[in-house]
């Protein structure tokens, strides 16, 4: 049962198709009639684009680091909004005389808006790198298919020169700030030096690092006064015995004569003993020459008693024998006086040395205890200079590093844009396709066509086949009467068909010609 409904379907649909088959195959010809006519009237939009590879540096980085930015698509859409700008692309209308049609209805701002829409940028990026950019393509459509390529010359042209200026003046604002930035830590540097060097000269002697110096010249200073003080226990105990030697001599003089007479042979007094020695360097000189020892010996006594009796009357003189009243004038007590005299000036200089040596102490423990304190000033001073030594150190280094990248870039050896294909010279318009508009045009014939059967068919109210009777009236066929034909007809009926076939065969071959153009000139 299933099988006879779908071939009583298939027979109604191509009485259906025989029936409509001139309103059919007229809605199929308009509608693709139109569509192709739109695709030749519309106007023909052309074309031309060119890729433009991002090269990377001919130094190898670890060399020569870039001072300029490295997020490549940041600044390729900085340099596109400045290259898509309205002073720039206004310049690029009126050299090519561009949009000439536009700018007679529209304004200027639209005319440079409308120039944007046809510019496009497409990046491109790596296939194992999402991230990274290794090209871009950049397009524009207009009017003429060599005009587009001049006006895509011009834009590669500004890309690539925008691009080198845009980083070489970058390079140059990073080594100008790196130079700027590296004077004021030189100035700061110097300040810090200034203040460390007046710093050590104002403490000299109170510094940390002198702290083992003073240290040792503490323990010297200490020895020394030590063995100043041992020597003046030993000079003040000599005196003492000199002293008590003199006032036993004073109350006893016979011991004075006894201790000369036991020490020079003969009891006589200086004068005595010089007369003496004076008449022996006669008898010696009358025998001997000037330069004999036994003469030069005896004119050395001859000078040391002279010596001894000048002062012994110098005394006398200064004192009025206050002190040496009552004591025998003879060599030993004057020779005891003498050393008495040398003890006593001894003990001064001891006395003095002494308190020097407390002074120059004393001064050393003052430096000592100030050196914790200078030391934390020091500190203080010297983890300052540290931080601006480093911060020149590392800012110099820097700049020596954006210096040599700013000559990276003035000769042209840094990342660089380098046209991978040129701007291409398009062969037909992109727009319309009129080979895709042909095709789209068959398909919405066929709609039409589709549409205009079914519409024919909902709103005709006659009966055509013995199936309509039935489903209106309910009731069976019961004769059918065949039309009656006359020859008139049958050649009627041959012209028509005729005439239908010429018809489809030139509508055929005007849409075969049709598509083979349009695929050829696509």
Known sequence: MQEGSEAINLIQFWDIVRRRRRSIFLAFF????IVCA??????????SETTILIEQPKVPQQYVVSNVGSDLQDRLQTLTQQILSRTRLQHIIDDFHLYSEERARMGTDDVIEKMRKDIKVDLIQAPSKPAELTAFNISYSGSSGQLVQQVT???TSLFIEENLQAREQQSENTTAFLDKSLQEARTRLEEQEKRLKEFKAQFIGQLPGELQSNLQILSGLQARLQQANEGLDRSEQQKLYLSSLLGAYRETPSLATAGLGNAAGSPVDVDSELAHLKAQLAD????YTDHHPAVLQ??????????????????????????EAGLPESRVVAEIQSQLKGIELDIQNRKKEIAGLAAEMQEYQNRLSKTPVREQQ????SRDYDQSRANYESLLAKKNQSALAT????????????VLDPPSLPTGPYFPNRLLFTLGGLAAGLAAAAGTAFLRETLDDRLHADVDIVSVSKLP??????PLVTARDVRRGRWRAVREVACATAGVAVIAASTLLAYYSS
Do not use: C, H, N
């Not at 010696?284 to 025998?287: D, F, I």
């Not at 110098?314 to 002190?323: H, I, R, S």
């Not at 000559?407 to 042209?412: G, I, N, P, S, V």
């Open 284 to 287: 010696m000189k009358s025998r």
């Open 298 to 323: 005896l004119r050395d006594q001859i000078a040391k008693a002279e010596k001894l009796k000048a002062e012994m009357d110098k005394d006398k003189t200064a004192t009025g024998k206050g002190d």
């Open 38 to 47: 739109l695709s030749w009237l519309l106007p023909a939009r052309y074309r």
């Open 407 to 418: 000559d990276l870039e003035k000769t042209q050896q840094g990342e660089q844009f380098a």
């Open 153 to 155: 010359s011009r834009l």
């Open 378 to 381: 020091m500190a203080d001073l």
């Open 30 to 33: 308009l509608m693709w009639a």
């Open 477 to 482: 066929v019961l004769v059918a009467i065949p």
